[in-house]
């Protein structure tokens, strides 16, 4: 037995290395070859026994001088005799071979090997599938009580069955007859795990492979197993969770079974397969939704509420091939994904919303429990918040998109965005302001820049459908205010939401570059989309804009007089505070209301992106806009020349018409600080909002009574705008930036002269 683990331990040191094999094929064959497993072998005769040492000694090797036929009596005989002194170094020999193997296919399959060192390794491969049933041996094994060497045999299984595919070699029969077996009907078996997770990972392996006849291979690969799925999906998903005593297998086999429909469902979205199976989840989605509402543990629901969110949005498989930025219009798949959006709004009508718990203890690593000393921080889980969201909003956006009553689309967006913010409230704290509901969406996605995203997009999409349908219908002037009042109480209003998502980030352009520049993210399209909606409805937004400052106002001017008596009261002998001043700390105050209230659920990330955002706001107020930050590392000095010299933002006649907007809003401010306090560089040539004879809906001294007051947000959103561009412009000019933006540009540089004439229309 030593000397059988030595030349084991030899031949792996020499594979895993990816070194040449000097001796005879069939000489490492019979190595690698394992014996019976230990349930089997429990039923071998001796004249079994007798029979196996015999086709040993046959291939035994005369080349490698480090096993004798003693050996090769010692390794069989353990597993017949079953002596269980022996039984220890038994599996260890088995394992090893399994693990051999395993490390010759990767080797087989890597780019990196040798070519003369991988043909020989095809050649030992290929003789073992032919001069033993391995696929039984390996099947047989899933029996075995230790669970390592159970595993260690399906990865093995899975890993020999994908070298069949590709070297075009028939699937044996043993391994289809197992597979068929275990999976016509559910049972608890560890079969069937293990048939299901074989299956799984030889699609990951197909899916990873780099050469160009991956459909060909996924075709032989699902070909024998079409109509079993169909078989098993109903069977599994028929069962009844309470009457189980076992529940964990059916969990098991639950869980099992949604990775392996995720990647049929990826095969069919990038591989342009056709297979019944692909398309089960679609023609009954019904029985993957009823998992929902089982008595399960809250990780199972979860899994399924992330798996139909990845499957609305597309993004099945993501984890094992890359998801394409566009793909092509495919009829059939458009009319199941309705079929499928159907159904989960027929289950939200039904209570599915209800029947979710996301309260709870908290689902981390290692387990839900919260160690002793360790502080438990109570709030939602925002996974499911998240998900079970994204699954409204985007089946509402597929349903809407093949439905052309406008009546019907504004009755369904009624009913299921108040059963969703129904759900929402009461794990919102602070709760949302009732003025404007459009807070729902930065706020439950906060943590999660890609779903937000997404989310966000699939509300822009709904808006969009419903302002084509509406427009062809109404046209009275009180009938499209009724239906602007009806995007903010059902809080899908795009610019509202677009707002929001600012205000959180601080108008900070670099992080909407980082997101136009990321690959992760949908802020490309969805950014694209919004800009164009700016464009035609430019007056809408700056209302919003004046609103969202009005109210703010209304909703601080008593913390603003509080603040300032604490002040006055703390010494007579300080100097008050100067009107500008008190008008950034009551700008810097009111932007709780809106955006930064959500610290108590969300209190590390939440809060420091209120900080940040605060600071922003603050200091970006009312003074002149800084020059943003390079992006660029230069090599050298040379290569910094002033970069507003570089960007085609800037005017020549920005100095007097900034100098002249500032001067105005000094004075009506009322400010007694010199002028010369706001001589900074220019940096814009964004008009900054002039004064206004129209009286101030809040009655304050410490609010200036003009425009300004009433437009800082839309200036805010432009500059940022502005900023974004040069940001863009600088990248572009070094060939840094990922792709060709000029049409991005000229959107940003149109909104930009929208602005400058609403401006100099005031």
């Known amino acids: 037995m030593k000397a059988f683990f030595e030349v084991l ?59 004798t036929l003693s050996v090769a009596k010692e390794a069989v005989a353990p597993l017949c005799l079953k002596r269980p002194s022996q039984m220890s170094s038994t599996r260890e ?40 049933d391995i696929d039984s041996k390996l099947t047989c094994m899933f029996q075995n009580s230790d669970k390592l060497l159970s595993h260690m045999a399906a990865k093995c299984l899975a890993l020999l069955l994908y070298f069949q595919l590709k070297e075009k070699v028939t699937l044996s029969n043993s391994w289809i007859s197992f597979c068929q077996k275990n999976l016509s009907e559910y049972s ?19 899916f990873r492979d780099t050469c160009s006849q991956k459909t060909e291979i996924l075709k032989q690969f699902l070909t024998p197993f079409d109509t079993i799925f169909e078989v098993f999906y109903n069977s599994l998903f028929s069962q009844h969770f309470e009457n189980h005593q076992d529940t964990y297998k059916l969990i098991n086999s639950l869980i099992s079974f949604l990775e392996l429909l995720e990647l049929l469902i990826a095969s069919r979205i990038h591989l342009k397969l056709h297979f019944i199976c692909q398309r089960i989840l679609f023609l009954k989605p019904s029985c993957v939704l009823d998992v929902i509402t089982w008595p399960v543990q809250a990780f199972v629901k979860r899994k399924f509420i992330i798996f139909i969110k990845k499957c609305l949005l597309c993004k099945m498989g993501e984890d094992v091939c890359q998801v394409p930025a566009f793909m092509p219009p495919d009829h059939h798949f458009n009319v199941d994904m309705l079929a499928l959006a159907d159904a989960v709004l027929q289950a939200v009508d ?149 707002l929001f998502l600012l205000k959180n980030i601080g108008f900070d352009s670099t992080v909407l570059l980082d997101f136009l520049i990321s690959s992760e993210t949908c802020f490309l399209e969805y950014f694209v989309r919004y800009l164009k909606l700016l464009q035609k409805d430019w007056d809408n937004f700056f209302t919003i804009c004046k609103y969202f400052d009005v109210a703010e106002s209304k909703d601080n001017i008593n913390i603003c007089y509080h603040t300032f008596s604490l002040v006055q009261d703390r010494s007579s002998n300080q100097r008050e505070p100067s009107p500008l001043a008190a008008l950034g700390s ?50 050298s000095s040379d290569d910094s020349e002033d970069e507003s010299t570089n960007q085609p933002l800037t005017n020549s006649g920005l100095t007097s018409l900034h100098q002249e907007a500032m001067k105005k809003i000094q004075d009506t401010v009322g400010t007694s600080r010199d002028k010369k306090e706001f001589s900074l560089e220019p940096q814009s040539r964004l008009l900054v909002p002039k004064e206004s004879d129209t009286p101030s809906p809040v009655d304050c001294d410490m609010t200036p009574n003009n425009t300004a007051s009433e437009v800082v947000l839309s200036y805010k959103t432009v500059k940022c705008f502005e900023e974004l561009q040069g940001a863009i412009y ?14 991005l540009l000229k959107l940003l540089k149109h909104i930009e002269t929208i602005y400058n004439k609403s401006m100099n229309s005031l």
């Not at 094999?21 to 490492?28: G, P, R, T, V, W």
């Not at 608890?188 to 197909?206: H, R």
């Open 586 to 635: 009551h700008r810097n105050t009111c932007a709780r209301v809106f955006w930064a209230s959500d610290a108590s659920s969300e209190p590390l990330n939440q809060a420091a992106m209120s900080s940040k955002a605060h600071t922003t706001l603050q200091d970006n107020s009312l003074s002149p806009p800084q020059a943003p930050q390079s992006l660029v590392d230069y090599d």
């Open 93 to 132: 020999v088995v394992l090893l071979q399994l693990t051999v193997i395993r490390v010759m296919i990767t080797r087989i399959l890597s780019v990196e090997t040798e070519l003369h060192a991988k043909e020989k390794y095809r050649d030992i491969i290929k003789l073992l599938l032919q001069s033993s």
């Open 188 to 206: 608890e078996s560890d079969e069937v795990v293990y048939s299901l997770w074989i299956l799984t990972a030889v699609i990951k392996e197909i």
């Open 350 to 498: 039904l209570g599915l919303l209800r029947t979710l718990s996301v309260h709870g203890k908290p689902s981390c690593f290692g387990g839900d429990e919260v160690q002793p000393g360790c502080e438990h921080v109570p709030g939602p889980d925002h996974v499911m918040l998240r998900a079970a969201s994204l699954l409204i909003i985007r089946s509402l956006e597929i349903k809407f998109q093949n439905c052309a009553s406008a009546k019907e689309m504004k009755v369904d967006l009624q009913r299921f965005m108040f059963e969703l913010l129904t759900f929402l409230k009461p794990h919102l704290q602070p709760s949302l302001q009732s003025y404007n509901l459009c807070e729902w969406l930065p706020r439950v996605f906060i943590e999660q820049d890609d779903d937000m995203l997404e989310a966000a997009k699939a509300s822009m999409g709904v808006y969009l459908k419903l302002t084509r349908e509406c427009e062809a219908t109404e046209s009275l002037t009180q009938e499209k205010e009724m239906w602007n009042h009806h995007t903010h109480e059902n809080g899908y209003n795009p610019h509202c939401i677009f």
């Open 730 to 743: 600088r990248l572009q000019k070094r060939h840094l930036f990922p792709y060709n933006p000029t049409a």
């Open 9 to 67: 331990e030899q031949l792996y040191s020499k594979v895993l290395l990816g070194a040449t094999l000097e001796n005879d094929s069939h000489d490492y064959t019979f190595y690698l070859n394992p014996a019976s497993s230990d349930q089997d072998c429990s039923r071998t005769t001796s004249s079994d026994c007798s029979n196996t040492l015999e086709v040993q000694r046959k291939h035994q090797p005369s080349s490698v001088h480090l096993a």
